[in-house]
């Protein structure tokens, strides 16, 4: 019996609200063991999500399957992200590299030297502006010219196929481009945009072919657009970094509304975020979907509001999975978990208004009760007014870190729905 069973079958007894789905307590260790003797033949399930909450989880993931599927947000405005917004009118790139590189085949039978060069940051110390701004210009060149030692220990051909898309970022970037802190995929992945006009997905591919990523990632459109959120208040704030409370004051009310943000208006904006023939397929293929740990507006509702995405998610009729965040997401200020699940359903249902039981979207929501602290009235809510069936396990890491779930153990009850 697995650790994680063994713990389910302690708790089963004595959680009055416990809600197992049949799938997952029959042949659940069989099932499990047939994933990891062959994670090749894993389940397609699909997560919508930023590039960072699930790092650890997705590296977890792949002892398991080779089949997820990841669809992150393009819409990040701050950090080294911004500057090649600022330069190159594009979507942002880091959270596709940050889960492509989390996927990566970090074995021998991978190309673990391109996902360090694809790691890898330009940046320098104690230095004055200038003579810093002339190191990472030197770094900049050693990469054009294939003579960085991270390039060159890179194999043929794969060492020049990179290095033409390093040279066509270094060929369109402005003078005034700032170098401080960039990444390498990044800058990668900015060269292969470009390449292939402006279309995000050819790269995306080619970046996880070189370092073998373990599964597909995608961002849900690659149009260049911006989130636009409207407070209770009234205060419009443009711009991810402006609201998530990481980069600039948090926010002092409770958001109201969220949508993309553009130059052009509403409908054209709306018409630019389409997603891909590609991306439907994606999402119609995947076993299981879910919306896992994160910033809630940011990294969750984010990938919802690309315009198809609605309704290829009410085509499949795979069961769709809410796993909320522990700790302190400051993204729900003023928010109760059934506000939560309320505003996840309204935008799945492409109406925007609160939705009646019977037309929820959701079918489980997935939370250890040990970790976040939910009052009985919202759970008779979620699982008798909503009629979302509640799964309440012990997903505690071992370290006794109340703000996140082990990875181990919630990849396991995931897979255990498929």
């Not at 994670?39 to 989880?57: D, M, R, Y």
């Not at 590189?101 to 039978?109: E, G, K, P, W």
């Not at 390093?166 to 390498?184: C, E, Q, R, T």
Request: one cysteine or more; aromatic letters at 6%.
């Amino acid at each position: 019996m697995s650790k994680f069973k063994e713990l389910y079958e302690k708790r089963r007894f004595t959680c009055s609200r416990l809600c197992l789905p049949r799938a997952l307590d029959r042949g659940w260790d069989l099932r499990l063991a047939r994933y990891q003797k062959a994670p090749e033949l894993g389940p397609k399930i699909l997560f919508f999500s930023g590039g960072t909450a699930l790092k650890g989880f997705s590296e977890v993931l792949t002892d398991y399957t080779h089949n997820s599927i990841h669809l992150v947000t393009p819409f990040d405005s701050g950090g080294s992200s911004a500057e090649l917004r600022r330069a190159f009118a594009m979507p942002a790139v880091g959270d596709l590299r940050a889960r492509l590189l989390s996927l990566a085949d970090d074995s021998v039978t991978g190309h673990p030297e391109v996902a360090a060069l694809f790691s890898h940051r330009l940046a320098v110390q104690g230095l004055e502006d200038a003579a810093a701004k002339e190191v990472l210009e030197q770094s900049l060149q050693a990469l054009v010219s294939a003579k960085h030692p991270l390039l060159k220990a890179i194999a043929e051909p794969m060492r020049s196929l990179i290095q033409s898309y390093i040279a066509a970022f270094y060929k369109h970037m402005p003078k005034d481009f700032n170098l401080a802190g960039a990444s390498v995929g990044n800058l990668i992945l900015t060269g292969g945009y470009l390449i292939h006009d402006r279309s995000l997905d050819p790269i995306a591919f080619l970046f996880g072919q070189l370092i073998k990523t373990r599964g597909t990632v995608r961002t849900t459109t690659d149009a260049n657009l911006q989130l636009e959120v409207l407070l209770e208040s009234g205060r419009t704030i443009i711009g991810q970094h402006c609201f998530t409370g990481k980069e600039t004051a948090e926010i002092d009310s409770p958001i109201k509304a969220i949508k993309l943000s553009g130059e052009a208006d509403d409908i054209d904006t709306l018409d630019a975020s389409k997603v891909c023939k590609e991306t439907r397929k994606l999402i119609d293929s995947a076993e299981l979907l879910v919306f896992p740990p994160g910033s809630f507006y940011s990294s969750v509702i984010a990938n919802l509001l690309p315009k198809g995405v609605d309704k290829a998610l009410a085509k499949n009729p795979s069961p769709k999975v809410y796993v909320p965040s522990l700790g302190t997401d400051l993204e729900t200020l003023g928010m109760t978990l059934v506000d939560q699940v309320q505003v996840l359903n309204a935008h799945l249902s492409g109406t925007l208004e609160p939705l009646s039981a019977k037309r929820s979207s959701i079918d489980f929501l997935l939370f250890d009760s040990q970790l976040l602290s939910v009052s009985a009235d919202q759970i008779e809510t979620i699982s008798d007014e909503m009629g979302i069936q509640i799964i309440d396990l012990d997903l505690a890491p071992e370290n006794a870190d109340t703000h996140r779930y082990d990875d181990v153990k919630l990849a396991e009850a995931l897979l255990g729905l498929t």
